[in-house]
């Protein structure tokens, strides 16, 4: 998808539809979508119990994908959009895959990169919180309140 009114809330809502298939499908409602030119070059929710694998978290998948894409492990002029701050393992993902941008929705209050040190993500990547961050947020909330 490529176009002109195309902009962070756009892709926020984009993350959001990958969320929303993950909690169809029973995942926790993670989505990532990743954007290279105002392009969006791939795209992924939680698929942790689908594929019993724990790290197919969204942001690992979507940077596979991306990387796929493109052709290379450096994705330097992307950015990844993702509904709930990441973990340390996918902020690990973020730095090695060296994204330009990480916009996320809700904060995740137990296990987000920032709980731990915001200097996981490479230095030279840019972050921007909270797009979305209520939305986001009643889908996880809505997601376990369900569970339980």
Not at 24 to 29: A, D, I, R
């Amino acid at each position: 998808m490529k176009g002109p009114g195309f902009d962070v809330d756009f892709f926020m809502k984009e993350a959001l539809k990958q969320a929303h298939q993950a909690y169809n499908e029973g995942e926790v409602p993670v989505g990532a979508v990743v954007v290279c030119n105002e392009q969006i070059i791939a795209k992924s929710y939680n698929m942790t119990e689908k594929l019993q694998d724990v790290t197919a978290h969204a942001e690992i998948l979507a940077i596979t994908s991306a990387s796929q894409y493109l052709g290379s492990k450096y994705l330097t002029d992307c950015t990844i959009y993702v509904t709930l701050e990441p973990c340390i393992m996918c902020a690990g993902a973020i730095h090695w895959g060296q994204l330009h941008k990480i916009v996320y929705g809700a904060n995740d209050e137990k296990r987000g990169y920032t709980n731990y040190s915001e200097k996981i993500l490479h230095n030279k990547t840019k972050v921007v919180a909270g797009i979305r961050k209520e939305e986001c947020g009643e889908l996880m909330t809505k997601f376990f309140k369900d569970k339980r």
